[in-house]
């Protein structure tokens, strides 16, 4: 098998391939390579350590070559991709992504050591992101299924799984000592057979791109001669190679689409290495290839040695015993397997069996960490950028908000000017949609002075970036732009109060007035009570960021007023012969405008007549027989919960709600609005009178109608908490009483006394005196201390 890959079948060269003996003896040295594999990389940079050629041709958009020289800046570390993007479309992207093991930046890097020039010569960007429109194959292609070359070898070779049989094949043996240019001598071999079998295997575009490519290489020997190298996918040797007119290439060229492009330099991670789509197929497992290319020696010993101080760092107990039988296993297995190194999955079955005990658990730890990893690349200064990007640098430098591929959470305390920056910022980019940071729930206190984000960065956020390059040069300045031409643009009213409370959320003062203005008018001419409900509780919420974040919110106090006051005069007329999804949903709009209201007359001064008008509209919706009982139900929860009803009116009213006369499934609607939503367990566990009430109704519905009302029941009292319903079975059983218990189940047997027990309220003083760091001498713990201890 003299200088071919193991395992392929033949042993004749296709003619003009270059032989052992001489890097140029055949003309230009073609060096086939598979993208993002370590093996070939390091193929790659002994060729050229051998060979010294005078220039070094790279499959690549020849728009970056301006980049180039970028690669001898060390800010410039991989991960990172070439982006291309139209320049009056930014979101029509490509990306061409280069890991530490990729043997195109090994030869980028390997050129500019050597001060050799070095050029892309794969079809333009400007080409290809044009043509990404055009999705018809060239005539006579069409029919030809998309060939996987390393699939085709593999099972030529007798292998089911192409990367077992590539690892075999390059990964474990590297690129030998003696002759270099071997390894590529036997890959053109093998797709050169490929070739004539499927010719251009389903992919009609590569003819047209390895025209390109034959014209640049013929350039670039007239200029230096045979001594050219070229590192491109193993696939276009074959083409390369092919004895072609020039102007048979000009042909396939001729009338291709244009657009204008601009490319740069940006940061890639090796989680979307792993994802296969864009340029280079994704691989599996980034991680472990970047091992592969940095270990010179021992690999499995050192990726193992890795695996165990990763779990360690989680708790995990692995000593050495447990990485040396790991060893033995992985060696083992591949005797075994008959391969010639241990390979991921040895090493994988290795992990699981001893350092995880059999568990996939902490496994999966492993192949998101390691084998996967979350290593993000960084971009120099130096490189092209849109003025909105080089102005978002600058806010993450002043802020130290340093971008990371690893997902992690943020806690802001927006009395702190740098947090309330920082919030600004993330809500800023939020708007532009740039989606680097995700609002998330608040471990701690859910106050308006405190926010917490979760942030990852990922390689897409660039293109994100360019696109809202058009809104401005500067985050803010883009924000308030964007801002403006959503709030003018916008359909529905709840959108733009949404939009108001983000542009209060972000700082954009500048934007305020137009998004007001839009808000006046949209308020004024929509009619749809649904539509002023939906909108005010986002409006209410906004005043709220006043006092935290220095927002003069006057303006947005009239409106929101204004808008409440529509709101009541509307809502009964519009729950009348509702039906039951629309009784539902206008539920909804219900119980938002209760607590907008709420936050309303405490944020506003000199207005405290809005929460009894709300009050009255309740009472109104209460006694309306034309209200679905849903709404009537959920009024009268509204008006307890506000301490607006005694418990006797209450009862009077779920007694008339419950009476014989009234159907089974308006009574159940009522009992659904009634003890439905946040608390309504509990308020049934407290007051047994509305309990008795409840069961004594329940219990007296026909037969014929329970199996009715019992999808309303279940849904309502399923949504309570395990205690909440145990409890509540307890108390049926044996019989829920007036309030006051009678001789035979008297009130305290369910564990609720009528009065407080003093005697078990005292003994939590000791430990609320530990946690104010008291000591019995002291005073007595104050409310403002009990308001410390909740925060």
Do not use: N
């Amino acid at each position: 098998m003299d200088g071919l890959l193991p395992g392929l079948p033949g042993g004749e060269r296709v003619s003009g391939a270059p032989p052992p003996a001489g890097a140029f003896d055949a003309g230009p040295l073609l060096l086939g390579v598979r993208h993002h594999g370590p093996g070939s990389a390091r193929a790659v940079r002994a060729a050229l350590d051998a060979a010294a050629p005078a220039v070094v041709l790279i499959e690549g958009p020849p728009e970056a070559d301006p980049l180039i020289p970028l690669a001898a800046d060390p800010g410039l570390r991989p991960p990172v991709a070439l982006l291309a993007h139209a320049v009056d479309e930014p979101g029509r992207s490509a990306f061409w992504p280069l890991a530490e093991f990729s043997p195109e930046w090994v030869a980028i890097r390997w050129a500019v050591e050597h001060g050799v020039p070095a050029r892309f010569v794969d079809l333009p960007a400007t080409h290809s992101l044009a043509w990404e429109e055009d999705t018809g194959e060239p005539e006579g292609e069409a029919e030809h299924a998309r060939v996987d070359p390393l699939a085709a070898l593999a099972g030529a070779a007798g292998y089911d799984d192409p990367e077992r049989w590539w690892e075999d094949a390059v990964e474990h043996r590297g690129p030998g000592t003696d002759e270099p240019f071997a390894p590529f001598a036997a890959l053109e071999d093998a797709m050169g057979a490929l070739r004539e079998r499927f010719g251009a295997g389903g992919r009609p575009r590569d003819l047209v791109r390895e025209a390109y490519m034959r014209l640049q290489l013929r350039a670039a020997r007239k200029e230096f001669g045979d001594e050219v190298a070229v590192v491109c996918g193993a696939w276009h040797v074959p083409a390369l190679r092919e004895r072609t007119t020039v102007t048979a290439d000009r042909a396939l060229l001729k009338g291709l689409p244009k657009l204008k492009t601009d490319l740069t330099w940006v940061p890639w991670t090796h989680r979307r290495l792993a994802r296969s789509s864009g340029y280079g197929a994704g691989i599996d497992s980034p991680g472990w290839y970047a091992h592969l290319f940095g270990a010179r020696d021992r690999p499995v010993e050192r990726w193992l040695t890795k695996v165990a101080g990763l779990l360690r760092e989680e708790d995990r107990i692995v000593s050495s015993a447990h990485v040396i039988e790991a060893v033995r296993l992985a060696d083992t297995l591949a005797v075994m397997r008959g391969r010639p190194l241990p390979g991921l999955t040895e090493t994988t079955d290795a992990v699981r069996a001893v350092l995880c005990e059999g568990s996939d658990v902490p496994l999966s730890l492993v192949y998101d960490r390691l084998v996967v990893g979350d290593v993000l690349g960084e971009v120099p200064e130096s490189a092209p950028a849109v003025p909105l990007q080089r102005d978002l640098a600058r806010e993450q430098r002043r802020l130290r908000l340093k971008p990371e591929a690893l997902e992690r959470e943020l806690e802001l305390d927006l009395r702190k000017d740098t947090d309330a920056a920082r919030g600004r910022l993330l809500h800023r980019l939020r708007l532009l949609g740039v989606g680097w940071g995700e609002p998330a729930r608040s471990r701690g206190s859910t106050g308006t002075f405190r926010e917490t984000w979760r942030l990852r960065w990922e390689p897409e956020l660039s293109v994100r970036i360019a696109e809202a390059g058009v809104w401005g040069t500067t985050v803010l300045g883009a924000a308030t732009a964007k801002a403006e031409a959503d709030a003018i643009g916008a359909r529905a009213l709840a959108d733009v109060t949404a939009l108001a409370e983000r542009c209060l959320l972000a700082g954009l003062p500048d934007a305020l007035p137009v998004v007001m203005r839009v808000l006046a008018d949209r308020a004024a001419l929509d009619a749809d009570v649904a539509h002023l409900a939906q909108a005010l509780p986002a409006l209410v919420r906004s005043l709220r960021y006043g006092d935290v974040r220095g927002t003069d919110t006057g303006a947005l106090a009239d409106v929101a007023a204004a808008l409440a006051e529509r709101v009541f005069v509307g809502l009964p007329p519009a729950c009348t012969t509702l039906d039951t999804d629309a009784a539902r949903e206008m539920r909804g709009h219900v119980d938002a405008v209760h607590g907008a209201v709420g936050l309303l007359a405490e944020t506003l001064t000199g207005r405290d007549g809005l929460r009894p008008r709300w009050r009255a509209v309740l009472r109104t919706l209460s006694r309306r027989d034309t209200v679905p009982g849903l709404l009537r139900g959920r009024a009268v929860r509204l008006l307890l919960d506000d301490g607006v009803l005694e418990a006797e009116d209450v009862a009077r009213l779920m007694g008339l709600a419950l009476s014989p006369g009234t159907p089974p499934g308006d009574a159940a609607a009522w009992v659904e609005g009634f003890v439905g939503g946040g608390g309504g367990g509990l308020l049934l566990v407290h007051d047994e009178r509305l309990l008795g009430l409840v069961d004594a109704w329940l219990t007296s519905v026909p037969a014929d109608a329970f199996t009715d009302v019992l999808p309303l029941l279940r849904r309502t009292f399923s949504a309570y908490e395990p205690e909440v319903r145990r409890t509540l079975g307890e108390l049926v059983r044996r019989g829920p009483g007036s309030g006051t218990g009678s001789a035979a189940h008297p009130a305290t047997s369910s564990g609720f006394a009528p009065e407080p027990d003093a005697g078990r309220a005292d003994a939590v003083l000791p430990v609320l005196r530990l946690l104010l760091g008291r000591t019995p001498e002291q005073p007595q713990a104050t409310d403002d201390d009990l308001v410390e201890v909740g925060t």
